[in-house]
């Protein structure tokens, strides 16, 4: 089984909101991540998570802030967005965070509207 | 650091016709590559990488790619193009210098009848 689940499908918040994305996989991998994806653009990386400690964050602002609470599941919790935040959310996993060629599995995503 | 870049942000084929979607890469050191496809709405599916095992890789639905070091390239084809093959290709790499995956652009693939 390589699934990855992620929820919700669809999310739509106002600028004072404050929300919860969840990712989960059960396929033993050590390694999470979290991309935004615009419309017609490739995933740009937000956060890994390597053995649930965070090891990268490229920069993104502090309105979102992820959380590992295990290694099957991460979160992103979202506070205070703006509506460019708006943006297909994707958790992915992998074996471990290393470059040997690990495969990164995705899941369906999380379509985020900021209102 | 790696990247690649994709050589055409739209490519339309008829269907039956052979498949090609161009992906060159840039690397100072022995890459990974990978192909993904992600249909509307959904997540990215992998299609096929290549780790230094063989240079041809063949993947799911009948894609492959060759890893061409002369040419830093990997290029995906599949000779007989299905309407269900229609979503957006992104080529990727990654190195044991770089461990996050660096996406191409993407290539939409149309598929007509």
């Known amino acids: 089984d390589t699934e990855v689940t992620q929820t919700p499908k669809h999310l739509v918040m106002g600028m004072t909101n404050k929300k919860s994305l969840k990712c989960e996989q059960h396929?033993?991998?050590?390694?999470m991540y979290w991309y935004k994806q615009k419309a017609k653009k490739p995933p740009e990386l937000m956060f890994v998570?390597?053995?649930?400690?965070?090891?990268i964050n490229e920069s993104v602002p502090s309105r979102f802030s992820p959380e590992c609470p295990n290694s099957s599941l991460l979160n992103l919790h979202l506070h205070a967005l703006q509506p460019e935040d708006s943006a297909l959310y994707l958790c992915a996993s992998s074996q471990e965070y290393r470059g040997d060629g690990e495969t990164q599995y995705f899941g369906p995503g999380t379509r985020l509207l900021v209102l | 650091a790696q990247s690649v870049t994709q050589l055409g942000s739209h490519v339309s084929v008829s269907e039956g016709a052979l498949v090609l979607l161009r992906c060159n890469y840039s690397?100072?050191?022995?890459?990974?590559l990978f192909w993904y496809v992600q249909y509307p709405n959904q997540g990215l599916q992998l299609l096929l990488k290549?780790?230094?095992?063989?240079?041809l890789v063949k993947g799911i639905n009948g894609f492959e790619a060759e890893f061409k070091k002369s040419e830093t390239s990997f290029h995906l084809t599949k000779p007989s193009a299905h309407m269900s093959d229609a979503a957006e290709y992104f080529c990727a790499v990654s190195s044991n210098s770089g461990y996050a995956l660096n996406f191409g652009k993407g290539t939409s693939l149309l598929v007509t009848p």
């Open positions: 690397s100072s050191v022995p890459p990974y």
């Open positions: 396929m033993g991998h050590r390694a």
């Open positions: 998570y390597s053995y649930e400690k965070l090891s």
């Open positions: 290549y780790t230094s095992a063989a240079t």
